[in-house]
């Protein structure tokens, strides 16, 4: 007895994650919001796969690995979301939100703990 694999949520958003990027950015003339682009390709999973697609799954590892696999060259960008605690002057945190224009699934982060 042989037992059928589903699609997976990988397979199904290869199917339609270039088409979801070119509605969302008006094939490719404008940054495309990677929630978005989940709105976009997630009724094709969903459909394809049988079961709910998480938002976050889809925004953290999805649709980086797809960039990262296929080597697209995407303007994607990201909400701020969540926050960040930084020194201030006076030595005590304060919290900041840092909005990112654009993240690529290569991008370094500079390390901010060394002093100049």
């Known amino acids: 007895m042989t037992r059928e694999r589903g699609v997976s949520f990988k397979e199904a958003a290869g199917e339609i994650m270039e088409s979801a990027y ?6 490719g003339e404008y940054p495309a919001n ?15 796969t049988g079961r709910e697609l998480n938002a976050d799954y889809f925004t953290q ?19 701020a979301r969540g926050h960040f605690n930084g020194p201030t002057t006076a030595g005590a945190s304060a919290s900041a939100r840092w909005r990112c224009a654009s993240i690529s699934p290569t991008s370094t982060i500079p390390n901010s703990s060394k002093r100049r």
């Open 22 to 27: 070119l509605k969302v950015s008006g094939n």
């Open 61 to 79: 590892t999805l649709l980086p690995d797809y960039l990262t696999e296929t080597g697209v060259d995407w303007d994607v960008v990201y909400d």
């Open 34 to 48: 990677a929630r978005q682009i989940m709105y976009a390709a997630r009724p094709h999973i969903q459909k394809v």
